[in-house]
């Protein structure tokens, strides 16, 4: 009886614990949510949104920096969804199952894990300085490509995986071809799997700052990107660039830009989440 | 349509044994000393034999004892399985299908397979059953609804589903989904059928009707099951083959094999003292 009362004791402590534990992680967030919007919501309003940063802070906006995430997200896309969807169906339908593929998995995995100034320095020695792409859009979004293709990689072929092995038995069983089989059955089923994976991995890569400083993205650019081979910035860099100002006015313009880049990302996040649901009906 | 409860398998099953002596001379199939490993693993020890054109094999045998292994390596499923080892000679219709310059795609048109448990395409009906002709590239729409209706049709399928062809696969019952299944084996027109345990997943209205479809298939196909059923083993098959250990027991007429087997292994397990 008295082992049983100490059990639910400790039930309920734990119970509060964990309550504890995740009031804090959620309070904090509410707290640094509604210090951004009391700070910045003001701020933004269309002419904030396009014009060009200025030395004056109630002159200046996010056009450029905003223009500079949308062409880098654009390009980051088209290189890395290919790329790292065709290593994911590689790795998981034709690669043996062998040492070697186990020890290329683990490196994927370990690459996921490497800190993103690192791939900043290879940008910058790779795409900068040897291939002499300069500090433009294109290195940049190279960059970026490379710190999210461990990610793309590893949602790819957990969404493969995840395909019932009894379909790619009936379709093979029907005289499909690999390719086929991948093409008409195990891409439409894994589909919502890996697409949720690719935008999760590029609102990574909208909200990274490290590495595009390191690759030599701009503080200041009185424009926006009009090529590949341009000069950028990013949001987040405007926006670290605009704390360290001691003026309060652009203390006001870094929040409201904070608010922007926040709303983006939690537009591709739901964007993610419908995917993954719309998919989920279809199979069931 | 009425779901016919007679079972016309047992009145069939008479003139079983009764099989047509001109297509005796050229085995369909022929097994030569094959033996089968996974890493170490012996899962078949050497067998042989010979499966004859328009009859129903059945393979019976405990759990384990390699012949679903034997099964698929007739339509060269087991190449996926990296461990997979073989030796020995699989020939169809004389040609040996281990060869390397056999195009395994299209020997999978001559020989479908339908599988344990019902696995449609998250597809309509009707892509279903069209898959295997699209992948051939046919795009002729006239000759695929052609041909998509003739295998719902032979797989008694189609009263139940022509009304809404374009309607989700897996919104039909188990035993629906099966004969989808089997429909879609059917359209390619292969000239051998393989089934893994068919109906283990099915109740027994649904099992009737495969097994009633089973028998009327054997005109044009030739069949080879593999079952735990050996009530539906005798019922279906005109030979049975009685695998143990991943060897070959016993290989005879269905009739003699449940009334007079010739091993004492085998008299064991079709009477229940093992397995």
């Not at chain 1, 929040?255 to 926040?262: D, G, K, R």
């Not at chain 1, 537009?267 to 069931?284: D, S």
């Not at chain 2, 299209?106 to 898959?131: T, W």
Request: hydrophobic share 45%; net charge positive.
């Amino acid at each position: 009886m008295n082992s049983n009362r100490k059990n639910k004791w400790k039930d309920q402590v734990f119970k509060f614990w964990g309550i504890f534990c995740t009031i804090i992680g959620l309070v904090l967030l509410v707290v640094f949510i509604g210090d951004i919007l009391v700070d910045g919501v003001r701020r933004i309003d269309w002419d904030f949104l396009t014009s060009l940063p200025s030395r004056k802070a109630e002159k200046s906006g996010i056009y450029t920096a905003l223009m500079g995430s949308i062409w880098i997200l654009f390009f980051t896309t088209i290189i890395a969804f290919p790329l790292g969807v065709a290593a994911g169906i590689y790795l998981e339908e034709y690669g043996k199952k062998n040492k070697f593929a186990g020890l290329l998995e683990i490196n994927i995995s370990n690459l996921a894990g490497v800190p993103s100034i690192i791939y900043g320095l290879l940008g910058l020695e790779v795409f900068v300085r040897i291939m002499n792409l300069g500090a433009s859009v294109l290195a940049g979004s190279l960059t970026l490509s490379l710190l999210i293709l461990p990610i793309v990689i590893v949602a790819t072929r957990e969404a493969i995986k995840a395909v019932p092995s009894t379909i790619k038995d009936a379709s093979y069983a029907l005289g499909a071809s690999k390719w086929q089989t991948i093409w008409h059955q195990i891409l439409p089923a894994s589909g919502g799997g890996i697409l949720t994976g690719v935008i999760l991995a590029l609102s990574r890569a909208v909200g990274e700052t490290a590495p595009l400083i390191v690759v030599g993205a701009l503080a200041y650019v009185p424009f926006a990107p009009e090529s590949p081979m341009d000069e950028f910035s990013v949001l987040p860099i405007q926006i670290f660039n605009w704390i360290s100002r001691p003026q309060h006015g652009f203390i006001e313009n870094a929040a409201a830009a904070i608010i922007i880049l926040l709303l983006i990302t939690f537009i591709m996040n739901g964007i993610a989440v419908y995917f993954r649901n719309k998919w989920q009906k279809k199979w069931k | 349509m009425e779901i016919t409860m007679e079972k016309p398998s047992i009145k069939k099953a008479v003139h079983d044994s009764v099989i047509d002596p001109s297509l005796k001379k050229i085995p369909k199939i022929k097994v030569e000393g094959v033996r089968v490993w996974y890493d170490d693993f012996e899962a078949i020890k050497g067998i042989d034999m010979t499966i004859k054109p328009n009859t129903v094999t059945a393979f019976i045998g405990p759990s384990g004892c390699g012949k679903s292994t034997f099964l698929r390596l007739f339509n060269r499923m087991n190449d996926y399985i990296d461990t997979f080892r073989m030796e020995g000679k699989i020939l169809i219709n004389g040609k040996n299908i281990n060869k390397k310059k056999v195009d395994v795609e299209e020997l999978r048109k001559e020989i479908g397979m339908v599988f344990q448990k019902p696995n449609p395409f998250p597809k309509s009906i009707y892509d279903n059953v069209a898959y295997g002709l699209k992948i051939q590239g046919i795009k002729d729409k006239k000759f695929i609804d052609e041909r998509v209706e003739k295998a719902l049709r032979q797989a008694d399928l189609w009263e139940e589903v022509n009304s809404n062809l374009k309607k989700s696969a897996l919104a039909l019952s188990g035993g629906q989904q099966q004969r989808l299944c089997i429909a879609r084996t059917l359209a390619v027109e292969p000239s051998i059928i393989l089934m893994d345990e068919p109906t283990s997943a099915l109740d027994p209205i649904s099992t009737a009707k495969i097994e009633d479809l089973i028998f009327n298939l054997k005109e044009k196909y030739t069949i080879i099951i593999v079952t735990h059923n050996m009530q539906q083993a005798s019922r279906i098959s005109d030979y049975t083959a009685f695998f143990y250990m991943g060897e070959l027991i016993e290989y005879s007429k269905t009739k003699k094999l449940f009334t007079n087997p010739d091993k004492q292994q085998t008299e064991n397990y079709i009477t229940g003292r093992f397995g």
